[in-house]
């Protein structure tokens, strides 16, 4: 099974940025969707950003303005640029392909911390 390679948190004071990475080791005509979720320990996994195929995106309410997703030149590799930080964001966050046989991969997660 394809796994996602995940990299880029840690810790950060409020206002920050930092820039997750994600690289889907396999075929770019495999790829529907790619997405970042974050989830918070007693809480849903939630969707944070998605970019889809015709790179069109999408964003959750609490980080638009904020955040951005891209893809890299080599087009297997997502980012997420996340900027103003807030001690909201913190949480581990998870890379997501859904593949066009609407598989969906997960990166192993990485954590974002953001202190006040």
């Known amino acids: 099974q394809v796994q996602l390679v995940e990299s880029g948190g840690g810790l950060v004071q409020a206002g920050g940025s930092l820039r997750l990475s994600c690289v889907f080791p396999?075929?770019?005509?495999?790829?529907?969707?790619m997405a970042w979720y974050r989830q918070v320990p007693g809480e849903q996994r939630e969707l944070v950003a998605m970019?889809?195929?015709?790179?069109?995106?999408k964003y959750a309410d609490a980080v638009k303005g904020r955040f951005t997703i891209s893809r890299g030149n080599a087009k297997n590799t997502v980012y997420l640029q996340m900027n103003s930080l807030k001690p909201e964001d913190t949480a581990v966050y998870y890379c997501n392909v859904l593949t066009i046989f609407l598989r969906s991969r997960w990166g192993q997660g990485t954590q974002v911390t953001v202190s006040s």
């Open positions: 970019l889809n195929k015709d790179e069109s995106t």
């Open positions: 396999g075929s770019i005509s495999l790829i529907n969707t």
